[in-house]
């Protein structure tokens, strides 16, 4: 028999080494961006974890090891651990497809080396982690967008319904007012990509349903990519989101939102009847559309009331082109719908069209999408 601390560092050398596959799948995934003669001079290195105490991860050239630390793939979620991952695959690249002997670690040849594989260049260091840029930096005083937002998805709270809607009309009235006058005025925005979701095997409807809202309201270009699903130890899908940091944090709230909502009404919808989670779905889908509804009734009320033009949603050409850039290879793919019960889908349609979202944009908490917990977690 195995003693209690026996166990915990069997368990904890068996984590370690499905995170380490994990690393293995995404330097293979990383490599798909590159032309097929620079994927020929990059031969498959070590990977290990380490104890680091003043970085994250490191390229060592003489022993052909990418070195990933420790506290960051225990603390932190996947797609901060693959920005890191993938800035020392640069350093590699650098080295072995470019010649970058003799040049400082991040001279001229690792910029171009990231530029060929999408990474960011500063991911190292001193440099703030991905979800520390985005959930938990303070707000610049420039930075009002946010405060008013949060101010009114507070009132959004309002036990008055005819409040609640307003303030949730406003809210999203003044962030499109904001992009589209970014987008006018041509002002330089940067940029930034995480996960939202988890990565999984499999995605059935909701998840696609609930990522068109998120792209075709929340200024926000999302995409489906390839990532590692830990607690199966395979390759799967996770929806990545790409925006300006400020909508980020909003399209994730409404994101996480949405699906709070949907798991409490299900579970006061299905009290009694005990339906399958294939009926969830349909319920699900209903929420979402009939939200999707409501937030498309508003927008055209809006135009229908105001000649301004800063209500009109246009594309943003800069997250445009930085999309294109970071995903040169696409492809489309549909699924089919097996069954399905209308009357639920309606049912789920009717509750979708009184959703309120309210509330202040919170930071996310970054223990909910630690390594550890997840590889705990029971499968899907």
Not at 147 to 167: I, W
Not at 296 to 303: D, M, V
């Amino acid at each position: 028999m195995f003693s209690q601390k026996q166990k915990s560092i069997l368990l904890s050398q068996e984590l370690e080494c499905r995170i380490i596959h994990g690393l293995a799948c995404e330097w293979e995934t990383a490599l798909w961006v590159l032309e097929s003669h620079h994927k020929k001079l990059m031969r498959r290195p070590l990977f290990s974890l380490r104890d680091m105490t003043s970085r994250f991860g490191c390229w060592y050239g003489e022993k052909r090891e990418i070195c990933i630390s420790r506290n960051l793939v225990f603390n932190h979620s996947w797609d901060t651990v693959r920005e890191v991952f993938r800035h020392e695959i640069a350093h590699q690249f650098a080295d072995e497809a470019l010649g970058s002997d003799g040049e400082p670690p991040h001279g001229p040849k690792f910029r171009m080396a990231c530029k060929f594989l999408r990474a960011n260049p500063k991911a190292s260091g001193n440099y703030s982690l991905l979800h520390e840029r985005i959930f938990h930096e303070t707000l610049s005083s420039e930075d009002k967008i946010m405060l008013k937002v949060k101010k009114l998805m507070a009132l959004a709270e309002s036990q008055n319904r005819h409040e609640a809607e307003l303030a949730m009309s406003k809210a999203h009235e003044l962030v499109a007012k904001y992009n589209v006058d970014l987008i006018v005025r041509n002002e330089d925005r940067n940029f930034i990509s995480v996960f939202i979701g988890k990565p999984a095997l499999r995605h059935f409807r909701i998840d696609y349903r609930l990522a068109h809202l998120i792209q075709d309201f929340y200024f926000v270009h999302g995409m489906w990519v390839s990532a590692y699903v830990l607690e199966k130890g395979k390759m799967g899908r996770v929806l990545e989101i790409s925006g300006t940091a400020q909508n980020i944090k909003i399209a994730c709230y409404a994101h996480d939102f949405v699906q709070r909502f949907i798991h409490s009404r299900w579970n006061e919808y299905n009290h009694d009847k005990k339906l399958n989670y294939y009926r969830k779905i349909d319920f699900a889908v209903g929420i979402i559309d009939g939200f999707r509804s409501k937030l498309k009734s508003q927008s055209k009320k809006k135009k229908e009331t105001t000649a301004d033009q800063a209500l009109i949603k246009v594309a943003d050409p800069l997250l445009l082109e930085y999309a294109t850039n970071k995903y040169p290879y696409t492809t489309t793919f549909r699924g089919k719908i097996s069954s399905q019960d209308d009357n639920i889908l309606k049912d789920g349609m009717k509750i979708g069209k009184k959703l309120v979202i309210f509330k202040g944009i919170n930071d996310k908490k970054s223990e909910k999408n630690k390594i550890f917990r997840i590889a705990h977690q029971e499968p899907n």
